[in-house]
Every structure is written in structure tokens, then in C-alpha cells.
């Protein structure tokens, strides 16, 4: 089993149901504050690069839905500028495989299930990314 870092909106159900998909498959965690976290443009790129630039972003950020930030419109300095400025815009969760050093950005099921292994009851499921209230 792995032992992951996890960077979480405190208080968001659908962190704590990703968290607890993880640990129902026997993984351990470090839990911590995506908000409180002091990013820097480095090591938050560390878990973005890989991604297009709107991936970035939570879709479910009141800014988004309401159409103050438009993601797809954004470079990838603009983009990173707009995250450091306001982390409840970054996509959730953000986590890293200690042993590895591997990291994902938001928890599709499928995606993590092949990364780290899910319960068989949490692998069938479509996703649980995102807020449940939006599911």
C-alpha cells in the first residue's frame, strides 16, 4: 500500500470521500491544507505541467462557475499567477506518492485505481471527482 500526500480543501465532502476511498483500499495518508500551504511557482508546477492549463483549475471554484475566470482563455503564466494568488482555484486534490515521488491532480477513479490500486467497491465507480452537491 502506498502512504500519499494529500492536499485537500478542508472541510470538502468530496475530499473527505476521496480520502476515504484511499484509505478503505489500506493506503495512508498526510493530510494537508491546499489553502494554507505555501506554494511556491515551482513546486505547484510540479504536480500541473503535465496537464493542458485548464486543467488547472476547479471547476466547481464559485469564480469559474460564474464566469469571472475562464480557464481556457489563460496562459500557463497567467494561469500560475492566478493560482498562487487564489489556491481555491486549484484543482483538487493535489497528491504525491512518497515511495515514488509520483503526483496526480484531481481523482478520477479509473486513474487513481491504476496509480495506486482503489477498493473494488470505489474502482467500479465513474469518479469521485468533484463535490457530491455537483455529482
Not at 60 to 75: C, E, F, S, T, Y
Not at 79 to 100: G, S
Request: with cysteine; aromatic share 6%.
Amino acid at each position: 500500500m502506498a502512504h500519499l500526500l494529500f492536499f485537500e480543501k478542508p472541510g470538502c465532502g468530496g475530499n473527505a470521500r476521496q480520502k476515504l476511498a484511499l484509505r478503505q483500499a489500506g493506503h495512508t495518508l498526510t493530510v494537508r491544507s491546499l489553502l494554507d500551504e505555501p506554494w511556491t511557482c515551482e513546486a505547484l508546477l510540479g504536480y500541473l505541467a503535465a496537464l493542458p492549463v485548464a486543467a488547472w483549475f476547479n471547476p466547481a471554484a464559485p469564480r469559474i462557475k460564474n464566469g469571472d475566470v475562464q480557464p481556457a482563455a489563460l496562459n500557463a503564466e497567467q494561469a500560475l499567477a492566478l493560482l498562487m494568488a487564489e489556491p481555491l482555484l486549484i484543482r483538487r486534490p493535489l497528491m504525491q506518492r512518497l515511495d515514488d515521488g509520483s503526483r496526480r491532480v484531481g481523482f478520477d477513479t479509473a486513474e487513481i485505481d491504476a496509480w495506486v490500486g482503489l477498493a473494488p467497491a470505489v474502482g467500479n465507480q465513474a469518479s469521485l471527482e468533484g463535490c457530491p452537491r455537483d455529482a
